[in-house]
């Protein structure tokens, strides 16, 4: 091999920086050195990485920076558990809007999924606290669960300039209830699409025939066949495969495992995902109600089971969490 040719083999672009060509890539981590490492446009976090990250030694401080503040608020008991937390998921944003251009996903308690209210003063509250530490709101997006109520709390907030980015999605009707409500971002779950698939239909999938791939590009397909401009963010990923099936996609939400793989790799990415595809695309516009919202998700077992186990896990983590603060304060 001439030198020449060798150069230009070690120069060539890695599939990580091949995809940032078009795709926002978003770190889906609590660990800030992963984000410095890998350079994403934003970050995401759930309250499963935000628990892992507190039991790591490295961020330890912070949770103490927060006890220290947080000890004189006159809170007791649950209350002042809760007012903690509030606190150290703002401080974990914060933290990681200092090293990213772009915005932080925070999520507010699982546990209000189904209390439109609730997660309409809780998501203003978090974006109080943002703004409070001189955070502007235009780069902060509230994760909020895609049941019904959650969209409903998400429409409200939109409307006040608070940004959402909708999770725990898994079917085409939540992303249309969603596109409808005009909220900023969704999170369609391409893993756990997958995981549901294989474990009922005992067989593994590849390439464009995985589920939880298709199921993205059916929205993608959808929001811009008819110029939805709500930002779709597949997440969720398993392995390197359903990333790349994805190149094209507004946005992807990453782990640093997979960010570390794309890295590694310099084989060339092609964009799977075009607006222009889409709008060629045969399909027909969705008209829901909240009767036809709850209907059409029953009917679908995947997105159904997908949901609520979701819910019940992020609200299992918040639960530990609390449990973990609890024992930091005695």
């Known amino acids: 091999m001439s030198t020449a040719v060798a150069e230009k083999k070690t120069t060539k672009l890695s599939q990580l920086e091949q995809l940032k060509k078009f795709t926002k890539v978003v770190a889906d981590t609590g660990d800030f050195e992963s984000i410095r490492g890998f350079k994403p446009e934003d970050a995401t976090t759930n309250p499963s990485l935000i628990y892992a990250a507190t039991q790591n030694e490295k961020y330890f401080h912070l949770l103490d920076e927060v006890l220290v503040d947080r000890k004189n608020s006159g809170l007791s008991g649950a209350a002042q558990i809760d007012d903690i937390i509030e606190h150290l998921l703002v401080k974990f944003g914060s933290e990681m809007l200092k090293i990213i251009p772009g915005r932080v996903s925070t999520e507010t308690d699982a546990r209000y999924s189904f209390d439109t209210q609730i997660s309409i003063a809780k998501a203003r509250q978090l974006i109080k606290l943002y703004e409070d530490r001189h955070v502007p709101r235009e780069r902060v997006l509230i994760k909020i669960a895609s049941t019904w109520e959650g969209i409903v709390a998400a429409e ?17 009707v939540q992303a249309v209830r969603c596109a409808d409500a005009k909220v900023q971002l969704i999170s369609p779950f391409v893993g756990r699409i997958y995981d549901w698939y294989k474990a009922h239909e005992k067989r593994d999938y590849t390439g464009p025939e995985d589920p939880g791939v298709q199921s993205v590009q059916e929205i993608y397909t959808y929001y811009k066949k008819f110029d939805i ?7 969720s990923f398993r392995n390197v495969g359903q990333i790349l099936e994805l190149a094209g996609c507004d946005c992807l939400t990453i782990s640093p495992e997979l960010m570390e793989e794309l890295a590694k ?10 607006p222009e595809k889409a709008k060629a695309a045969k399909i027909d516009k969705l008209q829901l109600d909240e009767k036809k919202f709850r209907w059409l998700l029953n009917e679908n077992a995947m997105a159904t089971e997908k949901l609520s186990e979701g819910i019940r896990k992020f609200a299992a983590d918040i639960v530990k969490l609390e449990k973990f603060v609890a024992g930091k304060l005695k």
């Open 229 to 235: 401009p709500t930002e779709v963010m597949g997440a």
């Open 265 to 274: 790799s310099n084989e060339p990415v092609e964009r799977k995902l075009t």
């Open 156 to 172: 409200q907030l939109q409307k006040e300039g608070i940004k959402c980015n909708l999770t725990l999605m898994f079917s085409l």
